[in-house]
């Protein structure tokens, strides 16, 4: 179904940022979609998501996500998942490690008529740098 937002979101994680479609964002982003990153930072439009998913990619080229509940109501969808992958290319200044990690996170979003227009981001970031070997374990 086109308009499900389940499945609007879920073209999001696995065609855009899994096999890395960006053409993909055309059909399930607004152009003026914003994205609240995990350190809070806003990203505007659609071309700067997909910049965003871009590097993403190239620093995790085998990240994938398992889904672990996603609940929808009225254009909202928050989505609970585990997502993983292996630190293959420098990020944010980071040099990659090799190393693979395995983090819990729970992203929501709000579709429109058949777009996202809004995505805000939550996963264990500290968990994720320090199963990467960026910052020192306790």
Do not use: W
């Not at 990240?63 to 630190?87: A, P």
């Not at 293959?88 to 579709?111: H, Y």
Request: glycine share 8%.
């Amino acid at each position: 179904m086109p308009d499900d937002p389940k499945a609007i979101v879920r073209r999001c994680f696995e065609d855009i940022i899994c096999k890395g479609d960006l053409a993909v964002a055309d059909e399930v982003l607004s152009p003026d979609v914003v994205f609240t990153t995990v350190s809070g930072d806003v990203i505007r439009g659609r071309r700067e998501f997909q910049n965003f998913a871009q590097q993403l990619r190239e620093a995790f080229p085998d990240i994938s996500f398992e889904f672990e509940e996603e609940l929808v109501d009225d254009g909202r969808v928050c989505t609970r998942y585990v997502m993983r992958g292996t630190f293959m290319s420098t990020l944010m200044g980071l040099l990659p490690t090799g190393k693979e990690f395995a983090v819990r996170g729970i992203d929501t979003f709000r579709v429109e008529d058949g777009k996202v227009v809004e995505i805000h981001a939550s996963y264990d970031t500290l968990g994720q740098m320090r199963q990467l070997g960026v910052v020192p374990t306790l």
